[in-house]
Nanobody, 123 residues
Framework: DVQLVESGGGSVQAGGSLRLSCAASGYTYSSACIGWFRQAPGKEREGVASINSGGGSTYYAASLKGRFAISRDNAKRTLYLQMNTLKPEDTALYYC?????????????????WGQGTQVTVS
């Protein structure tokens, strides 16, 4: 199994940038598909970006319009999300998640390991 811990969230003004990290432990990490999801109060959890085990294939929510970039460093067991030109509507609790279902897209129901989240607030 794998344990996931997010960090890097905070409060920023619109137009600013943040870099989120997700530290993973567990021997199955390198074979997992991993993604970022977010959830605002009163809203359903939605997919942000995901990446396959080798890092060669990525998926992004169309609404992000090129502002976010996902990457992973398997040697460091770390997942990243670079967020640029942040907007107030990006305010949410951001989670990283992993699955071993050979599915690397943004469907949240396929992911079965979740971190506790890191808060991003944009004003």
């Amino acid at each position: 199994d794998v344990q996931l811990v997010e960090s890097g969230g905070g409060s920023v003004q619109a137009g600013g940038s943040l870099r989120l990290s997700c530290a993973a432990s567990g021997y199955t990490y390198s074979s997992a598909c991993i993604g970022w999801f977010r959830q605002a109060p009163g809203k359903e959890r939605e997919g942000v970006a995901s990446i396959n085990s080798g890092g060669g294939s990525t998926y992004y929510a169309a609404s992000l319009k090129g502002r976010f970039a996902i990457s992973r460093d398997n040697a460091k067991r770390t997942l990243y999300l670079q967020m640029n030109t942040l907007k107030p509507e990006d305010t949410a609790l951001y989670y990283c998640a992993a699955n071993w279902n050979y599915y690397c897209g943004l469907g949240k129901s396929a992911y079965n390991a979740w971190g506790q989240g890191t808060q991003v607030t944009v004003s």
